[in-house]
């Protein structure tokens, strides 16, 4: 039975992770889950009931405020991670994705020389340090669950094997459609907007700090101004823990408190979630989950910025730059639309989950898979 160490490092890890999580358990991989980064802020965890599975906790949240907490913050995670891997002694490290507190929890792993297998690598995200983060993830790891074509042939021209990628689709969006569904009144009750009409059209808003830009905020600021020009019901959830969130998630409050129309869920789960993508008119910011999850539902989004450049979008997605006058001007394009997009995505059809346990599995058919070479061809 192989031995899995699963690192999560914040909430949104948890409802991509969950599928993958689940069918490990019913394929007896032995499952431990290290939560560090978010899951150690004062908000608290967002760990669900994994029965079967061994949970650790360590390290430190990056805090949202500065770069010097950041990196204190990493280094607890790799001194944590470290003494995990040595207590449980594990086959092999899941990573995923791009976080600069995923990041350590790998490098935790050199010295053990554990294999690694990484989860959504190969996609590109220009404006935040996290693109990066997901390329060092790459390189250090020996195996690749990639979501989309486009990740495959990027880790390709990286110079990665194509015999250590497997195209497993996203997770996430395998927790979509296994969401039990709620009726817009239902949701809207349960999101805070009970007295609004059921067919009120509702703006669903997450913002991140633009990591690798001068301006983080202008995102944010952009944003609010065009819900200014436009007041109608807009639910926030919060933007994650990199430097400059705190700031934006104090802003984001203050904002919030003087707009009778806007309302603020610091997470909303693997239930509201799914149904927030379901039912809001449109969505508006910078998050991952408009590129690779809102097309499932074929939600209007629009992406401000330059956060996400670089990924590949499905035709639901309109992608503006960090100004008021863009942002209005795609909301009346939606508005004038009146309709959604087909539901296509290209990230995936559900049964991503499986597929990774699977991986985990066969990875003892691989031979020498700790002696990685540069791979220089033609996929």
Request: glycine share 10%.
């Amino acid at each position: 039975m192989p031995r899995v160490v699963s690192i999560t490092s914040s909430r949104a890890d948890v409802s991509i992770l969950l599928p993958v999580w689940r069918a490990c358990m019913e394929a007896s991989i032995d499952l431990h889950i290290f939560a560090t980064g978010m899951h150690l802020a004062s908000t608290g965890s967002h760990l669900p009931d994994v029965p079967g599975a061994v949970i650790h906790t360590g390290g430190a949240d990056l805090g949202g405020s500065d770069a010097q907490t950041a990196t204190t913050a990493m280094a607890a995670i790799t001194a944590a991670a470290g003494t995990i891997y040595e207590r449980v002694q594990p086959d092999t490290i899941l990573v995923m994705g791009d976080r600069l507190d995923m990041l350590p929890a790998a490098v935790a792993g050199l010295p053990f020389n554990i294999v690694i297998v990484h989860l959504h690598g190969g996609e590109i995200t220009e404006g935040a340090l996290d693109d990066r983060a997901r390329h060092a993830l790459t390189k250090l790891a020996h195996f690749h669950c990639v979501s989309s074509e486009g990740a495959k042939r990027q880790l390709i021209a990286m110079g990665e094997e194509p015999s250590r990628i497997a195209l497993t689709g996203a997770p996430g969006i395998d927790t979509l459609l296994s969401a039990i569904p709620m009726t817009r009144r239902q949701w809207l009750e349960a999101v805070g907007f009970d007295q609004e009409p059921e067919d009120t059209p509702l703006r669903l808003v997450t913002v991140h700090p633009e990591t690798n830009s001068a301006n983080a905020a202008a995102p944010l600021r952009a944003v609010v101004k065009a819900l200014d020009a436009v007041p109608q019901p807009t639910l926030f959830t919060a933007p994650n823990s990199d430097p400059g969130g705190a700031a934006m998630r104090q802003a984001i409050n203050g904002y919030v408190a003087t707009r009778r129309w806007a309302r603020f869920r610091d997470t909303l789960g693997p239930v509201l979630y799914p149904n927030a993508l379901r039912h809001a008119s449109i969505m508006i910011g910078n998050s991952s989950s408009g590129i690779i999850e809102a097309a499932t539902f074929g939600l209007p989004v629009i992406d401000v910025g330059g956060r996400q450049k670089g990924r590949e979008a499905g035709e639901n997605v309109i992608r503006v730059e960090a100004n008021e006058v863009d942002i209005i001007s795609a909301m009346k394009r939606v508005d004038a639309r009146k309709s959604r997009f087909g539901t296509h995505n290209i990230y995936g059809d559900g049964h991503a989950g499986p597929r990774v346990a699977e991986v985990l599995l066969g990875l003892h058919r691989h031979n020498g898979l700790r002696r990685k070479t540069i791979f220089v061809g033609h996929s």
